[in-house]
């Protein structure tokens, strides 16, 4: 792990924090190597039920370091090196059956958008900025932004904040389906904690919940309706489904 992303776990939540406040939490080597390494320790650990994802600093994460890129010789080979390294933590986290919070402050712009969207639930503060900007310094989207903006906010939507170099309040945010909640800005962080505590009291419930959900454009419907019949079954017999299930039979 490295300086540019910090892992800690305690009592069955991993928080992974983006820590290049100086930088606005944008990418490099270091960040792109901490963040795969964070997510991917964070999704394997056995002591893990629920993770967080927070920033340091007055922003949550403004994409590449464009600085950086600036002053790349080989800058496209580079660039598409960077991606795919931050692409294997962004699939790490989707892709697991632990339910994903983002705990979002300031500005989230560029490859930061696909950060926010790789969470399940996005908290975000009343006073951030969420926008694309890529047309702005001649980019692309990437780190998913294609593909999870169009599924969270639908294809027109998309391509109405991809092509304008627009900025969302975080009441559009929320409204637009970016975000799941508004808070105060100083309240950011607790109330993903308070989430994140929320679900380790029943784990498997709401972990399988999100894989079912994340997992359904590989599947034809027939096929979904067999997993969720299979994946009901097995929560039902599971020590925390036969206890909840007791306990509302005997109300």
């Known amino acids: 792990m490295t300086d540019a992303v910090l892992l800690t776990i305690d009592s069955g939540i991993a928080r992974i924090t983006l820590n290049r406040p ?7 080597d270091e960040m792109a ?14 002591e893990v039920q629920a993770i967080i994802i927070d920033a340091a600093g007055r922003a949550f994460c403004a994409g590449g370091d464009v600085q950086a890129m600036a002053t790349m010789d080989d800058r496209g080979d580079m660039i598409q090196r960077l ?59 990437d780190l998913s932004v294609s593909a999870q903006l169009a599924a969270a906010v639908g294809q027109r939507r998309a391509l109405q904040l991809l092509l304008q170099e627009r900025l969302l309040s975080a009441e559009e945010a929320v409204a637009w389906g970016i975000a799941a909640e508004k808070v105060a800005d100083d309240d950011v962080r607790g109330r993903a904690e308070a989430i994140a505590a929320f679900w380790v009291q ?41 206890k909840r299930i007791r306990a509302f039979a005997a109300r």
Not at 22 to 28: D, G, I, P, Q
């Open 33 to 46: 190597e901490g963040w795969t390494r964070a997510a991917e320790a964070a999704v394997q650990s056995d």
């Open 202 to 242: 029943n784990a498997h419930a709401y972990g399988e919940a999100k894989r079912l959900i994340r997992s359904r454009p590989e599947r034809s419907f027939t096929e979904q309706l067999a997993e969720e019949a299979r994946t009901i079954g097995i929560a039902s017999q599971s020590p925390e489904g036969d």
């Open 83 to 141: 991606a795919h390294r931050i692409n294997v933590g962004i699939l790490a986290l989707t892709e697991s059956a632990k339910p994903v919070v983002a705990a979002a402050h300031g500005t989230t712009a560029g490859g930061g958008l696909g950060i926010l969207l790789c969470s399940d639930y996005a908290v975000i503060g009343e006073s951030s900025r969420v926008g694309s900007v890529y047309g702005g310094v001649g980019l692309t989207p």
């Open 22 to 28: 100086e930088r606005l939490n944008a990418f490099n």
